[in-house]
C-alpha cells in the first residue's frame, strides 16, 4: 500500500523561503508522476506542481516562477522548494501520486497527514 509522509512546513515571513519533502513508499516511484497539493481554511485542495519520471515539469499560474518541484528517486522523495513566499500562499500541503495527463492530473493514493505552511505578513 502506498504511503506518503510530508514534512518541511512552518511559519515563515513574506518573501522567506521553505523547501518541503515527501517520502514515498509502496509504489514504483522512479515511475511516478508525482505532485503537490495544497488546501486552504475553507477552500478545495489544488494541485500547485507536477513532476513526471521523465523530469518535466508543471505550474499553477499562482506558484509559478516561486516554486520549484524536483524529484530524487534513489530517495523515493519529492520536493518542493517554496521562494517569496505569501500570505495566500498559507495551507497544509500534500504530495501524491497523479494519473492522467498535463492539465487533466488526478490523485491516486490515500493523502498523508500533509505539512502546514503559514506566511505571516
Known amino acids: 500500500q502506498v504511503q506518503l509522509v510530508e514534512s518541511g512546513g512552518g511559519l515563515v515571513q513574506a518573501g522567506e523561503s521553505l523547501r518541503l519533502s515527501c517520502v514515498a513508499s509502496?509504489?514504483?516511484?522512479?515511475?511516478?508522476?508525482m505532485g503537490w497539493y495544497r488546501q486552504a481554511p475553507g477552500k478545495q485542495r489544488e494541485l500547485v506542481a507536477s513532476i513526471t519520471s521523465g523530469y518535466s515539469t508543471d505550474y499553477a499560474d499562482s506558484v509559478k516562477g516561486r516554486f520549484t518541484i524536483s524529484r530524487e528517486n534513489a530517495k523515493n522523495t519529492v520536493f518542493l522548494h517554496m521562494s517569496s513566499l505569501k500570505p495566500e500562499d498559507t495551507a497544509v500541503y500534500y504530495c501524491?501520486?497523479?494519473?492522467?495527463?498535463?492539465?487533466?492530473?488526478?490523485?491516486?493514493?490515500?493523502w498523508g497527514q500533509g505539512t502546514q505552511v503559514t506566511v505571516s505578513s
Open positions: 509502496g509504489s514504483i516511484f522512479r515511475q511516478n508522476t
Open positions: 501524491n501520486i497523479l494519473g492522467g495527463y498535463s492539465g487533466r492530473y488526478y490523485s491516486t493514493s490515500p
